[in-house]
């Protein structure tokens, strides 16, 4: 399902990677709505909204004006924005600071795929660099790795289902709910 363009992005940012978790749900939404959706990334997290929105619902109704996008925005509070392509793809790196000493180096690619007129996948990438290099940091990076990916089944999930659902809302082919395509229900 990936072009050749997309895997070597996705091989370049795993150089070094300790863990990659993938997560992908298939979507009867067009590759632009599913963008649109994306975008508003960057006022909520569109998850658990109760863990990460401290309480707050991420908002139900796409803010157009959050699909300009620029290099170097604030995604998520904790990510910035490192590159995208309309329609297509965005990329995004954990912050300097609290953030990554929390929840390590991290790098998160989404990416579109349009199956057919009114089918997409939705897929995100997580990619945890390694923090320490001494064994006992390794150890510890592998664990922290291992914890993470967990975490993130539940709440990565949770954030490609509501944002599919939200895009078929939007989009001419609206209809039926996200299907995984990861293998979990």
């Keep these: 399902m990936r072009s050749p363009t997309g895997r ?3 091989q370049i940012c795993d150089a070094s990677a300790v ?8 979507t009867d939404a067009t590759p632009p709505a599913i963008f649109v959706w994306l975008c508003q990334l960057r006022r909520a997290p569109y998850s ?3 863990i990460d929105n401290f309480g707050r619902r991420s908002p139900r109704v796409a803010d157009t004006s959050l699909t300009e996008l620029a290099v170097g925005q604030s995604v998520m509070t904790i990510f910035t924005l490192t590159n995208f392509v309309r329609d297509e793809s965005l990329t995004l790196v954990m912050k300097a600071g609290w953030p990554t000493r929390v929840f390590g180096a991290l790098t998160v690619h989404y990416t579109i795929t349009g199956l ?6 939705l897929r995100a990438d997580l990619v945890l660099a390694p923090l320490r290099r001494a064994p006992l940091g390794r150890l510890l990076d592998r664990l922290h790795g291992n914890l993470l990916a967990w975490g993130d ?4 999930r949770k954030q490609l289902h509501v944002l599919t659902t939200l895009a078929e809302g939007t989009s001419s082919a609206a209809g039926a709910h996200a299907r995984p395509t990861d293998g979990h229900s």
């Design 116 to 121: 057919s007129s009114s089918c997409s996948v």
């Design 8 to 10: 070597a992005r996705h």
């Design 153 to 156: 089944l539940l709440m990565m």
């Design 19 to 26: 863990r990659v978790a993938t997560r992908a749900v298939e």
């Design 48 to 50: 658990y909204d109760w």
